[in-house]
């Protein structure tokens, strides 16, 4: 199934090949490739209606494909290759080929969750991406320093974020830049989306927590979403993702109201100090569906 371009501004969805083939959806069985295609062809025919000619609709596809990667710090061709509203390989293999990326093979290759190959800025790259940025952040172009064992956790990161770019009025920051601007001493989450005036905290959990990591995670999550002095919520929900159904499980029972975990502390200064248990708190019931466990399979 393809599609074939009538005008600037209207899209038709045939069976068989055609000359031109504007856009396409993958098979039911990848809902959020489905969801950028959407959004893609909409804004590309946006675009052509506006009067940009091919080669300006192509450098837009290469600027959002290199912001994707600078935000992120890395991907893979894939998914650049549905972000930038290309097909096959060849926006990938353009920005190969004027040396704009770096590709690099994990170690873990092949495995569930991790890309067979990924992509970077390379030096290059890195220069041209910092033409058009409001706000800098620090990017590292080898990729031998990305870190291997957040592989997965990283990809669903994205995977999960590309879902929602077809949503009007969706951002988000990504873990990199709220590191950029977050305040000392606080946790920040994983992903941060905002839609229709509201704030999502992100977390990606893909290994079980326990005991004191388990406890400091539950009242971390518990105070992001209540109001702190008069202070408005940091966030309106939290949203955990896994791809593990006992994970999930866990989760939702530990965040349900009236569940009991505890509050630890240092007794001294040192980090060589042993945490200890301080007092035992309970789940309260202001934050009733506000943390929302999905299974991202």
């Known amino acids: 199934m393809c599609y074939r371009r009538l005008n600037p501004t209207e899209v038709q969805c045939?069976?068989?090949?055609?000359?031109?083939?504007?856009?396409?959806?993958?098979?039911?069985?990848?809902?959020?490739?489905?969801?950028?295609?959407?959004?893609?062809?909409?804004?590309?025919?946006?675009?052509?209606?506006?009067?940009l000619t091919t080669r300006q609709i192509g450098e837009q596809k290469q600027r959002l494909a290199l912001e994707w990667l600078y935000r992120w710090g890395?991907?893979?061709p894939t998914l650049l290759e549905q972000i930038g509203g290309a097909k096959g390989n060849r926006l990938t293999a353009r920005l190969e080929k004027n040396k704009l990326i770096t590709t690099m093979v994990p170690e873990a290759a092949g495995m569930k969750g991790i890309p067979k190959k990924i992509v970077l800025l390379s030096?290059?790259?890195?220069?041209?991406t910092e033409r058009f940025q409001e706000r800098l952040m620090r990017y590292?172009?080898?990729?031998?320093?990305?870190?291997q064992s957040h592989l997965r956790h990283d990809a669903l990161a994205q995977r999960i974020t590309a879902a929602q770019m077809g949503r009007p009025g969706?951002?988000?920051?990504?873990e990199r830049e709220l590191a950029s601007r977050s305040q000392k001493a606080v946790k920040q989450p994983d992903i941060l989306w905002k839609l229709n005036?509201?704030?999502?905290?992100?977390?990606?959990?893909?290994?079980?927590?326990?005991?004191?990591?388990l406890d400091q995670f539950i009242l971390a999550t518990i105070r992001s979403l209540l109001p702190v002095e008069g202070a408005p919520p940091r966030f309106d929900y939290v949203?955990?993702?896994?791809?593990?159904?006992?994970?999930?499980?866990?989760?939702?029972?530990?965040?349900?109201?009236?569940?009991?975990?505890?509050?630890?502390?240092?007794?001294?200064?040192?980090?060589?100090?042993?945490w200890k248990i301080v007092r035992q708190l309970?789940?309260?019931?202001?934050?009733r569906g506000k943390v929302i466990c999905q299974l991202f399979e």
């Open 74 to 76: 890395w991907s893979w």
């Open 123 to 128: 030096e290059r790259g890195l220069q041209e």
């Open 140 to 147: 590292e172009c080898d990729p031998y320093r990305v870190r």
């Open 14 to 51: 045939q069976h068989g090949s055609a000359k031109k083939v504007f856009l396409y959806f993958e098979n039911d069985k990848y809902l959020w490739r489905m969801t950028i295609t959407h959004h893609t062809k909409t804004a590309l025919t946006a675009r052509l209606a506006s009067g």
């Open 170 to 174: 969706f951002t988000f920051l990504t």
């Open 197 to 213: 005036e509201k704030k999502y905290a992100i977390e990606i959990e893909l290994t079980a927590k326990w005991d004191r990591h």
């Open 239 to 274: 949203l955990l993702y896994t791809d593990s159904p006992a994970i999930r499980d866990r989760y939702q029972h530990s965040f349900e109201p009236g569940q009991t975990f505890h509050k630890w502390e240092r007794p001294g200064t040192q980090n060589t100090d042993k």
């Open 282 to 287: 309970m789940v309260p019931e202001e934050i």
